[in-house]
């Protein structure tokens, strides 16, 4: 995909030190906070919905999922899930008389539902945490917003620095992997869906899975700022700087 134009708003420090070191530095999460964005890149809860209803939809589905997907291999590494599964293989009976059983139990009987409160907060406080180790250098396709170069030029008194990929093949430039950035109502969930994260857990490509979560994260932002047209380049803590190439 080729991408428009972008740039880099700078105030005068932040374009010093741009110009002379020939690198664009990358931004922690919580740097954003100074900003007054104390939402970005974080996540609020795991599902769309209360904790009491996560488990009441997976009362309801978990035996139907298994049922639909009896042909396929699990590729959950839940060894009691996986034997439930193989049992129902070979004698899918089985399955509707424990789902005629479960659905007349008290999902308080089945689950222990503070315990797992409890297990998404604490997931909740992980992920937060964990999103901390990513560096991100922001950019926007515009480079004439009054808010931007008040927000982060000193007042227009820095400078916009624009970015241009370079098109040497040998190259490979890492500035072709700006994406940009989507703008919703609300911070998104961990997950959009429970039953399709029931069935994902289970029968899914875990890797594909998580890649797609963690971007869904990475590049989504409330609409309070959509004004900012941004694109973003996202590294691992590892590397903190991106040297550029000037013409």
């Known amino acids: ?22 690198t664009f530095k990358y931004a922690k999460p919580s740097d954003f906070y100074l900003n007054n964005d104390k939402t970005d890149m974080t996540i609020e809860q795991l599902f769309p919905v209360n904790e009491l209803e996560v488990l009441q939809i997976i009362n309801q589905n978990l035996i139907d999922v298994l049922i639909k997907n009896l ?7 839940n060894p009691q899930l996986s034997f439930i599964h193989q049992a129902f293989r070979n004698d899918p009976e089985i399955a509707k008389r424990i789902k005629e059983k479960v659905s007349r139990d008290s999902i308080l009987d089945i689950w222990d539902v503070d315990k ?16 901390q180790g990513y560096r991100v250098l922001c950019v926007s396709d515009s480079v004439n917003s009054l808010k931007m170069w008040n927000l982060y030029s000193q ?23 700006f994406r940009k950035v989507e703008y919703a109502a609300v911070r998104p969930p961990l997950f ?29 932002k409330t609409k309070e700022w959509e004004h900012e047209r941004e694109y973003r380049l996202v590294i ?11 013409e």
């Open 116 to 131: 797992y409160t409890k297990f998404c907060r604490e997931t909740v406080s992980w992920i937060n945490d964990f999103l």
């Open 71 to 77: 042909n396929r291999d699990p590729t959950s590494l």
């Open 1 to 22: 995909m080729d991408l428009p134009p972008l740039y880099k708003y700078l105030d005068i420090a932040g374009a010093e030190k741009t110009l002379v070191n020939r």
């Open 192 to 220: 959009n869906d429970v039953l399709s994260f029931i069935e994902e857990s289970l029968f899914g490509d875990l890797r594909k899975r998580e890649k797609r979560i963690l971007e869904n994260i990475i590049y989504t």
């Open 236 to 246: 691992p803590m590892h590397e903190n700087t991106l040297p550029y190439h000037s």
């Open 155 to 177: 007042n227009g008194e820095g400078i916009s620095l624009r970015i241009t990929p370079s098109s040497d093949l040998k190259k490979d430039s890492a500035f072709k992997l």
